[in-house]
């Protein structure tokens, strides 16, 4: 069974320590992980068929920064038990799941670069990785789950399901205590985890059906298409009256339905899809940030530096391309690099 990951940076290869264990059709790995003056995790790795679960645990007395070497696609259920856990980009976007938070995503990203921090120096955390087939097979017999999912199933775009995230439920913490304190062994522990995972599955999903209320499959594509639109048209939007009367509905029914599908205002998906846009502008350009804000719908530049420190935590002068993209950057205009990035975020 071949593991979704493998530690690339240094400072976490030099320091750590792995045992592996063979059970009947399981395969578990202790590693363990201690730097001085920077703290100590135990990780503890689950793989089955299709699937793995990482439970991380231990003292952080500094930032934890860690680059994995992606080995194959995947779903990931993630739950911030202690801490927090930030990436640059993962599923394309900047990504944060805080204390006591869940999330659902997926990416194909060779490399994923993550930024865990203690909660008083404490941390601990829990996933369950699933690849795509496996994740696609759970969902598909349930008509509820499948209007939840249908714009991800079949799909290789990532995705980040509920930015920023939902509260960890009593019922999940326990399974997830659980899973970590299981005490059987062999074909009885395969067994067990199997079922844990899955009752934590099905209460992954009705939380989600929770937190997010059912709309028709009309109103569903209806603003899957005004998202679509926004997608194209985030640098100079129309006002919410006009959005509304552009697709057959009211500015009261668009607010709320698009609420209710992704989780944001429409201002607020605006403003994500602005400074998404100028941060890779910046990374992957030569242009001037002035130009950069004007092009993604800033008209004041104060304001540009400030929402897009509040959002990435660096100004944007010190966002800038990485040195080999200096060819590609100079080679191609503005304009063409706004067409090559008019995509959708994928955040449902």
Not at 279 to 298: C, K, M, N, R, S
Request: net charge positive.
């Amino acid at each position: 069974m071949k593991p979704f990951f493998q530690f690339r940076s240094a400072e976490l290869i030099e320091n750590c320590h792995t045992d592996v264990q063979l059970q009947s059709g399981l395969v578990q790995a202790a590693t363990t992980w201690q730097r001085a003056a920077s703290g100590n995790l135990a990780f503890t790795d689950y793989l089955l068929p299709g699937l793995q679960m990482t439970y991380m645990a231990g003292q952080l007395d500094q930032t934890l920064r860690a680059e994995l070497a992606v080995e194959r696609p995947w779903v990931a259920l993630y739950y911030q038990l202690q801490g927090d856990m930030t990436s640059r980009r993962c599923a394309r976007r900047p990504l944060h799941v805080g204390v006591g938070h869940q999330n659902v995503m997926s990416d194909e990203a060779p490399v994923n670069t993550y930024t865990f921090r203690g909660q008083q120096a404490r941390f601990s955390s829990f996933c369950l990785h699933l690849t795509p087939t496996l994740f696609t097979d759970m969902i598909a017999n349930n008509v509820e789950w499948m209007s939840g999912h249908e714009k991800h199933l079949g799909r290789s775009a990532p995705f980040v399901m509920l930015p920023p995230g939902a509260a960890i439920s009593a019922t999940q913490r326990t399974l997830i205590q659980q899973i970590v304190q299981c005490p059987y062994t062999g074909a009885l522990k395969k067994t067990f985890l199997e079922a844990r995972v899955l009752d934590l599955f099905l209460e992954q999903q009705a939380e989600l059906g929770r937190r997010v209320p059912s709309l028709t499959p009309r109103e569903r594509d209806l603003f899957y298409h005004i998202r679509a639109f926004l997608d194209q048209h985030y640098a100079d939007p129309p006002s919410l009256l006009e959005l509304a009367r552009m697709f057959g509905t009211n500015d009261f029914k668009l607010k709320k339905g698009f609420r209710q599908l992704f989780n944001t205002t429409v201002f607020g998906y605006i403003a994500e899809q602005r400074l998404r846009v100028a941060e890779q502008l910046l990374t992957l350009t030569d242009h001037p940030i002035q130009e950069v804000a004007e092009a993604v719908g800033f008209t004041n530049p104060a304001h540009f530096t400030t929402a897009f420190r509040r959002k990435f935590g660096l100004t944007p002068s010190q966002v800038r391309r990485v040195p080999q993209a200096r060819h590609h950057a100079e080679a191609m205009p503005l304009e063409k690099w706004l067409t090559r990035m008019e995509q959708p975020m994928c955040v449902e």
